[in-house]
Each structure stands twice: as structure tokens, then as C-alpha cells.
């Protein structure tokens, strides 16, 4: 009877509860390892000047290196990281490794290296009070340019906790440095409070980019962006930009930057290089050549 078949579906829920539960603890528990053996890797995803074609920087990306499983991405352990204090112990070994990457970089490749260092940072990372000074610390070790590090923050978590966000981004932005929001266009956010936030670029999400060419109505939501974004002297960059369709109508919005698997997925550094070294200008930005209607 129903008694007994919701019995049934309690017993099914409670135990796949507990196996996520329990990967969810083992995953933790071997992140504590990792964190001590340093088995991190970035990868870096060119960001590209869709008015030049020149390379405007890289997003670094996190990996771990699993021992067993092989490279695992970061949507794997960073959600579980992030509920625990390891989110913090990982940051800021991604921002030490994109420190010391660039300026690697910035001796090996000179003019070609990439300008800009784009690094995501978490909510509970943004909270800890010692952030700024954090980053302080690796421009300082590093010799960087405060003006070459941006870091990203997602729009959902600035929304939250207002007040101490706003006084932790002041804080980061007295270094010199750059601060994106990150997939923009996810959030709750009204608009205008785009305003209250000293933020200089917006990314937007690539959900946008993936319907721009299936729906008006996301080019119209695009358009309204990059409209707003140019009104507040933002920069933007457009997200997951996978085909040249995609790029004709981004470049027509007058959108001024783009990422994405069509001008690379992300790469290890010595394929960045590569990357790098070999950028054609012209590639991306011969309009003329592929764009019939411009
Ligand atoms: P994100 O910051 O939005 O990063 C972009 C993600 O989109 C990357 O996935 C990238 O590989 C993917 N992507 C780039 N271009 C395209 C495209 O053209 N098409 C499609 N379908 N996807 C594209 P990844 O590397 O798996 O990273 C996932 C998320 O993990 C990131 O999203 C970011 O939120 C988080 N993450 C990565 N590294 C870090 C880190 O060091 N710290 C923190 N806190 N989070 C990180
Ligand atoms: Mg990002
Ligand atoms: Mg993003």
C-alpha cells in the first residue's frame, strides 16, 4: 500500500543520501592530501581583444592532479572545497602558481606574453578578512604589475553579505588590482547595483553566448548588456564563444572581449606559450573574410 511504497522511497533516498554524503567526506579527506602534496596544476584560456585579435590575458584555471583518477576539474572538488576551510588553503595556492606563471611569462615571452592574469576567487575567500593583504604579497613576490591581476567574482556571491563585499573588494582595489564579475547574467542581482560595486569588467556568462544565435531575444539581452556595461565604463568579455557565428554577432554587438573553446579550450602552460608565440592577429579579426554581412 502507500505506507509501505513510502517506506520503500525513504529507504532509496536515505541511502544514496549517504553515498554522496560519504563521497562527498572521502573526496574532502583526499583533498587535505593534495593540498600537502601540491597536486594542483592550472591550465590557462586565452581571453582575446575581438577589436585587435591580440591576446588581452588568460584565465587560470584550477585541475587536480589525482593520483589514481588522473586530472579531475574543479567542478568536482571546488563546490566540496568551498564548504570547508580548504577553499582558502587551494586559493591561495592558484593565486601564488598565477603569480609566479606570469612572471615566468612576462621573462620567456616578453611582448608576446599575456597581458592579463584572470583568477577566480571564492566567496569564503573574499570574506576572510586577510585577502587584500594576501594578494598583496604575491604582487610583491612576484613583481607584478597590480594592474595585470584581475579577480573574479561570481555575481550570486557578492549579492549575499553586501556590506563586507563591498568592503572587500575597496580594499583589493586600493592594490591596483582588477576585479571581473564572473557569470554575469546567473545571478539575482538587480542592475543598478552594479552601480554600488567598483567592479571594471563583467563576464558574461556563456548561456548567453550558447542562445545568441538560436533566440533573438538573448541577442536583445546581450545588446542591453554591453549597452549598460559601456555606460558604466565596464569592460566586457563574452563567455563560452564556441563557433564564428557566435563571434560575428558578439563582434557586431561591439562586445570588446571574448573567451572560448573556438579561440582555445584551456592549456597548460607550455602549450599557452605556444599559443601565445603563434597568435595571428588576423585570425579572428578578418571580418571582411568571413562575415559577408559586415
Ligand atoms: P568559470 O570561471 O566560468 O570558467 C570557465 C569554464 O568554462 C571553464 O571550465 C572552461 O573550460 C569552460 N569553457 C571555456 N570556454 C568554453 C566554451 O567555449 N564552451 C564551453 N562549453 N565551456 C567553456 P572549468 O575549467 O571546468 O571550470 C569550471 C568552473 O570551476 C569555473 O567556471 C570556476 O567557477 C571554477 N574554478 C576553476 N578554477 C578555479 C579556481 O582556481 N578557484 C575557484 N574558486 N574556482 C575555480
Ligand atoms: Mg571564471
Ligand atoms: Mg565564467
Known amino acids: 500500500g502507500a505506507k509501505a511504497g513510502g517506506k520503500a522511497n525513504y529507504i532509496v533516498f536515505d541511502t544514496a543520501l549517504r553515498e554522496k554524503a560519504e563521497a562527498r567526506l572521502r573526496i574532502e579527506h583526499?583533498?587535505?592530501?593534495?593540498?600537502?602534496?601540491?597536486?594542483?596544476?592550472?591550465?590557462?584560456?586565452p581571453i582575446i581583444s575581438l577589436e585587435t585579435g591580440k591576446l588581452e590575458g588568460v584565465e587560470a584555471l584550477v585541475r587536480w592532479n589525482h593520483p589514481v583518477r588522473g586530472l579531475v576539474g574543479p567542478d568536482e572538488f571546488i563546490p566540496i572545497a568551498e564548504e570547508t576551510e580548504l577553499i582558502g588553503l587551494i586559493g591561495n595556492w592558484v593565486l601564488n602558481e598565477a603569480c609566479r606563471q606570469m612572471a615566468e611569462w612576462r621573462h620567456a615571452l616578453a611582448a608576446t606574453a599575456p597581458p592579463n592574469m584572470h583568477v577566480k576567487v571564492s566567496r569564503r575567500q573574499l570574506l576572510q578578512p586577510n585577502l587584500a593583504a594576501i594578494v598583496q604579497d604575491n604582487l610583491a613576490r612576484h613583481s607584478i604589475l597590480p594592474a595585470s591581476l584581475h579577480l573574479e567574482l561570481?555575481?550570486?556571491?557578492?549579492?549575499?553579505?553586501?556590506?563586507?563585499?563591498?568592503?572587500?573588494?575597496?580594499a583589493l582595489k586600493s592594490l591596483?588590482?582588477?576585479?571581473?564579475i564572473d557569470d554575469f547574467g546567473t545571478g539575482y542581482s538587480s542592475l543598478s547595483c552594479l552601480n554600488e560595486f567598483p567592479i571594471d569588467v563583467l563576464k558574461i556568462d556563456?548561456?548567453?553566448?550558447?542562445?545568441?544565435?538560436?533566440?533573438?531575444?538573448?541577442?536583445?539581452?546581450?545588446?542591453?548588456?554591453?549597452?549598460?556595461?559601456?555606460?558604466?565604463?565596464?569592460?566586457?568579455?563574452?563567455?563560452?564563444?564556441?563557433?564564428?557565428?557566435?563571434?560575428?554577432?558578439?563582434?557586431?554587438?561591439g562586445c570588446e572581449y571574448g573567451q572560448g573553446f573556438l579561440f582555445s579550450k584551456p592549456l597548460p602552460a607550455d602549450q599557452l606559450e605556444a599559443f601565445a608565440r603563434e597568435l595571428h592577429p588576423a585570425e579572428f579579426m578578418a571580418v571582411d573574410a568571413w562575415c559577408p554581412a559586415a
Do not use: C, P, W
Open 30 to 45: 583526499e583533498l587535505r592530501g593534495a593540498i600537502a602534496r601540491e597536486e594542483f596544476a592550472l591550465e590557462y584560456q
Open 154 to 170: 561570481a555575481e550570486s556571491m557578492i549579492m549575499q553579505e553586501r556590506e563586507t563585499s563591498i568592503a572587500r573588494i575597496r
Open 176 to 180: 591596483g588590482i582588477k576585479i571581473d
Open 206 to 253: 556563456r548561456k548567453f553566448v550558447a542562445s545568441i544565435n538560436r533566440s533573438q531575444n538573448f541577442g536583445a539581452l546581450l545588446h542591453a548588456i554591453v549597452s549598460l556595461a559601456a555606460n558604466l565604463n565596464l569592460e566586457v568579455v563574452a563567455e563560452g564563444i564556441e563557433d564564428f557565428d557566435q563571434l560575428t554577432l558578439i563582434q557586431a554587438l
